[in-house]
């Protein structure tokens, strides 16, 4: 299992990163019409990383608001790319993302795989300002209340937001085909949907091609922290990163890390824990 952190300092998590449905990014999915429904089932999807699940997405509504419309037309041209299909490239050329062009700096970047509402990517994002993040959400109505906290807080100080891009699409798409080898100081994945049916288990986006994949976009050194309170998921996630040889078990309280591995606790993950989740936490580091 993983590490269960204390609670209050590393936050536990639950019943929906953020508020949001759990749904981690398969292999492609429906046009922006329906902007949800059933993904493409590529189960027979094979690569050099072996077998990456091939994961439905969850029906839901995602109109937005007038507000929202607004903000995503004006901030997102600048800190937003589309990356929808099985073989997404970046706009502008083909082959991985620039990312010192894209957030004018060298800074160390972690990617984050399902980031909701944005609620805890926003606040992690502030509390390491020097760090670069990059977060992935399938739905446009998460990414576009990013955008709106981004905006309101860039009232306050001119700084806030600008080390966050937003892409939305499919994050194994992503690690596939935007991301470079030994890039990513970290990879988060918080809660992602755990499939609890046996015969949907395949869908898991952490499976052992999926940890390969992440380790090789690894710095040496760089952490994949994941976090689930689905108890069978999180004895999946354990056995397939153990497995992965280039990953290593660290502890926070123990080793320095080169990201933070705190979260903050939002409302949806208390009211998980009073009603008895318990979350594990794992923190993967690559060797080198």
């Not at 590490?3 to 749904?23: F, K, T, V």
């Not at 194994?172 to 049916?197: E, M, Q, Y």
């Amino acid at each position: 299992m993983g590490i269960n952190l204390d609670q209050e300092r590393l936050h536990p998590g639950s019943i929906g990163h953020d508020g949001r449905m759990r749904a981690q990014p398969g292999v492609g999915f429906r046009a922006e019409s329906s902007e949800a429904g059933q993904g493409l089932d590529s189960s027979n999807q094979d690569s050099a990383w072996g077998y990456l699940p091939a994961t439905s997405f969850r029906s839901r509504r995602s109109a937005l608001s007038n507000a929202q419309r607004q903000t995503w037309e004006r901030l997102w041209p600048r800190l937003g790319m589309e990356a929808i299909g099985p073989s997404p490239a970046r706009s502008g050329g083909n082959g991985p993302l620039d990312t010192r062009a894209w957030f004018g700096r060298d800074a160390p970047l972690v990617l984050e795989i399902g980031c909701g509402s944005g609620k805890s990517t926003l606040a992690m994002a502030q509390a390491e300002p020097e760090v670069d993040v990059i977060a992935v959400e399938i739905y446009r109505r998460g990414l576009a209340q990013l955008l709106c906290a981004i905006d309101k807080l860039g009232d306050e100080t001119s700084s806030a937001g600008t080390n966050i891009r937003l892409i939305r699409g499919n994050g194994i798409d992503v690690l596939n085909n935007l991301i470079a080898p030994d890039t990513l100081t970290g990879v988060r994945v918080f809660f992602p949907d755990p499939w609890p049916k046996a015969r949907h288990h395949k869908r898991r986006m952490l499976q052992p091609a999926t940890m390969a994949l992440i380790a090789d976009r690894l710095l040496p050194g760089g952490i994949l922290h994941a976090a689930t309170d689905h108890s069978d998921y999180a004895e999946h996630i354990g056995v397939v990163g153990d497995a992965e040889e280039r990953l290593i078990r660290v502890d926070p309280d123990t080793e320095s890390l080169p990201i933070s591995a705190v979260r903050p606790t939002t409302k949806y993950e208390r009211k998980a824990q009073d009603a008895g989740s318990v979350v594990a936490e794992f923190l993967w580091k690559k060797h080198g």
